[in-house]
């Protein structure tokens, strides 16, 4: 059974930083991308940062970039989403996704992930 669990939301001041966490169990193929995505009150989910198991090859949303930093740790199951230089309109539910089939690319777009965690609430004040 594929399970995602994210972990390390919080309350964070503007300027701040905080890791998501993303477990992983029951993959059974190689390739597969595990991304992570955010919706905020009111708006559309979008891709933030996403990873593709097969090269590491990895994705930011423009708005993220030099700020917000996905890895993962194989050996740990692990897949983390490093965010420093928070600002308010960082502030949504964190989700992290992960694709069904080994994928020879990195897209972060949700329709093509299966597998979906809970979510964790991410609040950035002012």
């Known amino acids: 059974e594929v399970q995602l669990v994210e972990s390390g939301g919080g309350l964070v001041q503007a300027g701040g930083s905080l890791r998501l966490s993303c477990a992983v169990s029951?993959?059974?193929?190689?390739?597969?991308?595990v991304g992570w995505f955010r919706q905020a009150p009111g708006k559309e989910r979008e891709g933030v940062s996403c990873?593709?198991?097969?090269?590491?090859?990895?994705f930011y949303k423009d708005s993220v970039k030099g700020r917000f930093t996905i890895s993962s740790d194989n050996g740990k199951n692990m897949v983390y989403l490093q965010m420093n230089s928070l600002k308010p309109e960082d502030t949504a539910v964190y989700y992290c996704?992960?694709?069904?089939?080994?994928?020879?690319?990195?897209?972060?777009?949700?329709?093509?992930?299966?597998?979906w965690g809970q979510g964790t609430q991410v609040t950035v004040s002012r």
């Open positions: 029951g993959f059974t193929f190689d390739g597969y991308v």
């Open positions: 990873i593709n198991q097969r090269d590491s090859s990895t």
């Open positions: 996704a992960a694709t069904k089939r080994s994928v020879y690319s990195t897209p972060c777009f949700g329709p093509l992930y299966a597998y």
